[in-house]
């Protein structure tokens, strides 16, 4: 049995949606997708199509760029939710200006009191250099706190890379 609230890290391109995708699959619950992106470009575009004929079908769909609360509220009990992604999310809401505390602070809530499962994917971007520009810094740090609350909060933490996961807390089922 899957945990209640799961963490799914890995860098760009690490597998780490892949694998979040078939740990939902396998609890054989209702699926929803909770998709954080915004289609801005063609590239995105390209990026969406691809996530989800790799998904296939079986999965809900819910725009949320934004506001997760009541796309995470409204999920049942007899559900599991998937959210991909965190970065995203965040990106989102640095780049409109928003509180970032404050949503942070909002998303973890809304994910506690979620009745449904959850499955959070985000990106892990310590590993890397430091960012040569103050935006790209903002980003960094903001992503790393949002990672470790998260983290503190999740049963079950696993990093992928290169395709492979590696638990960093709790259990796989």
Request: net charge negative.
């Amino acid at each position: 049995m899957l945990a209640k609230f799961t963490l799914v890290l890995g860098g760009a391109a690490s597998g780490k949606s892949a694998f979040a995708e078939e740990l939902v699959v396998s609890t054989g619950k209702s699926r929803i997708y909770l998709a954080t992106s915004q289609v801005l470009d063609d590239e995105m575009r390209d990026k969406v199509r691809r996530h989800v004929s790799q998904r296939g079908g079986g999965w809900r769909t819910v725009e949320a760029p934004f506001e997760l609360s009541d796309a995470l509220a409204a999920a049942g009990s007899d559900e599991i939710v998937l959210l991909d992604c965190a970065s995203m999310w965040l990106s989102n809401h640095l780049l409109a200006g928003n509180d970032l505390p404050d949503r942070q602070a909002a998303l973890l809530e809304a994910i506690e009191a979620c009745p449904a499962d959850v499955v959070v994917v985000s990106n892990e971007v310590g590993h890397g250099i430091v960012p040569d520009n103050a935006l790209a810094r903002r980003f960094r740090e903001a992503q790393g706190r949002l990672n470790i609350a998260l983290a503190a909060r999740a049963e079950l933490v696993v990093m992928v890379t290169a395709g492979l996961p590696m638990t960093l807390k709790g259990t796989l089922p």
